[in-house]
C-alpha cells in the first residue's frame, strides 16, 4: 500500500483536477448564458449551477426549457444523461459503504466524470480509497464551475449569440483527456473505437438515446474481450 503523506494528497487533488476544471470553463460559460437566454434571471441561473451541478443536464434542461418542453421531459432527459453516475457510483460503492453519512451524501452531491476519472485512477495508484483526495477534487471542480457560470451570466446580459461560438466543443475536448490516459489494454481501446463508431452511426441515423446505446455497446465489447484474453 503506497504511503503518500496526506498533504501532498490533498494538494495532488488540488493539482490533477485543475487542468479539467479549466477545460470546462468555456462550458460553464455556455451554461450561464444559456440559463440568462432562456429567461431565468442571474440568481436562478447561479442557483442551478450551485444546486444542480450536472453540466450536460444543466444544457439539455436548459435547451428544453427554450423549447417549451414539459417537466416529464426535462426530468426524462436528466435521467437518461445522468444514468451513467449509477456506474460510477457502482465502481465506488464498497469504499463508500462504510463512510459516514454526510461523507457519502457529500461525495454523492460531488460525483461528476472529471472528479471519478481522477479519483479512481488515484485510488489504483495508491491502493486504497483516497477520501479527502474525492472530496478536494470534487470541491475544487464544484467551485470552478460556478464561478464559471458566474461569468456565463454577466457574458449572456452583455454578448449575444454567445452560443454560437462553439463553447460547446469544451466538454468533448475533456472527456477526450479523460478516456486517453486509461486506454492501457487492448480491450480498453476496442471498447472506445465500438463506442466511438457506435456514437458516429447512431447519430447520423437519429437513434434515440444513441450515445447512452454505444457506451453499452462498448462495455460489453469490452468485457468479452477482457474475459477471453484474461
Not at 148 to 177: H, K, M, N, R
Not at 209 to 223: D, K
Amino acid at each position: 500500500m503506497n504511503t503518500q503523506p496526506v498533504r501532498s494528497i490533498k494538494l495532488a487533488a488540488f493539482f490533477d483536477i485543475l487542468p479539467l476544471s479549466i477545460a470546462v470553463i468555456p462550458w460553464g460559460i455556455l451554461c450561464g448564458s444559456l440559463a440568462i437566454q432562456v429567461g431565468l434571471s442571474p440568481l436562478q441561473s447561479q442557483l442551478m449551477s450551485l444546486l444542480v451541478f450536472a453540466g450536460a443536464a444543466q444544457l439539455s434542461a436548459l435547451t428544453l426549457t427554450g423549447a417549451s418542453g414539459g417537466i416529464a421531459t426535462i426530468l426524462g432527459s436528466t435521467a437518461v444523461i445522468s444514468s451513467r453516475h449509477l456506474l460510477y457510483s457502482a465502481t465506488f460503492r464498497s469504499h463508500a459503504m462504510g463512510l459516514p453519512l454526510h461523507h457519502r451524501m457529500l461525495m454523492a452531491f460531488l460525483l461528476t466524470d472529471e472528479m471519478f476519472a481522477v479519483t479512481e485512477n488515484k485510488r489504483k495508484e495508491l491502493g486504497y480509497f483516497p477520501l479527502d483526495y474525492a472530496l478536494i477534487s470534487g470541491a475544487t471542480f464544484y467551485v470552478i464551475w460556478n464561478l464559471s457560470t458566474l461569468a456565463g451570466i454577466v457574458a449572456g446580459t452583455s454578448i449575444p449569440d454567445l452560443e454560437s461560438l462553439g463553447l460547446e466543443f469544451a466538454i468533448a475536448a475533456t472527456f477526450i483527456a479523460m478516456v486517453v490516459p486509461a486506454i492501457k489494454s487492448s480491450p480498453v481501446l476496442v471498447a472506445v473505437l465500438v463506442s466511438a463508431g457506435c456514437a458516429v452511426l447512431f447519430h447520423k441515423f437519429e437513434v434515440p438515446n444513441g450515445l447512452l446505446l454505444s457506451a453499452l455497446i462498448g462495455m460489453v465489447v469490452g468485457y468479452r474481450l477482457d474475459k477471453e484474453t484474461s
